[in-house]
């Protein structure tokens, strides 16, 4: 596609489930991340994988994050035992990688926690 | 850590007037991004800027970068209506490494008829 994909664009989910969200790069794009966009907030770095691995996690808030990106193109955001403070915009972005590339954001998936 | 300060965080302002939004930041950086939100959408870049004086103009935008004193501008000319949007600035605190940027809380600006 032409430009970053993610799915769903909304999720409702009842506190304690497990959601996935997914993410579809730009095609040919080395390195995907994820941030998070709390209301009234700038995004927040989560996670950085350059081709299959995390190559930075350091911004998962807790063990109950998990990412993974097995083929080096679609990524899929975990969130086990949701909580209400989970609930806020899930950001996906991709870059061609290296030094002083340009990342390119999709529209974000809204998780909301009830 | 590294912290971004934007402000104003909400500017509501009239058509045909002037007006900056300031960014600051807390350590050394030497690319700083600004980007545009318009409500339910995805971040739009508008400006990508990679060194101390660095200038970049696009329509009524112009942003502005000082490394030394850790500071960027967003200057709006003549503002026109479609501008109302969120307004971000980011800084990449590796160095160019592009993967670890920090945002603003976002400056939300309103451009009244």
Partial sequence: ?114 | ELKVEQNPLFLSMQEGKNYTIYCNYSTTSDRLYWYRQDPGKSLESLFVLLSNGAVKQEGRLMASLDTKARLSTLHITAAVHDLSATYFCAVDSRGGSNYKLTFGKGTLLTVNP
């Fill in chain 1, 1 to 114: 596609g032409a430009g970053v994909s993610q799915t769903p664009s909304n999720k409702v989910t009842e506190k304690g489930k497990y959601v996935e969200l997914r993410c579809d790069p730009i095609s040919g794009h080395t390195a995907l991340y994820w941030y998070r966009q709390s209301l009234g907030q700038g995004p927040e770095f989560l996670i950085y994988f350059q081709g299959t691995g995390a190559a930075d996690d350091s911004g998962l808030p807790n063990d109950r994050f998990f990412a993974v990106r097995p083929e080096g193109s679609v990524s899929t955001l975990k969130i086990q035992r949701t909580e209400r403070g989970d609930s806020a915009v899930y950001l996906c972005a991709s870059s061609l990688g290296g030094k002083n590339t340009e990342a390119f954001f999709g529209q974000g998936t809204r998780l909301t926690v009830v």
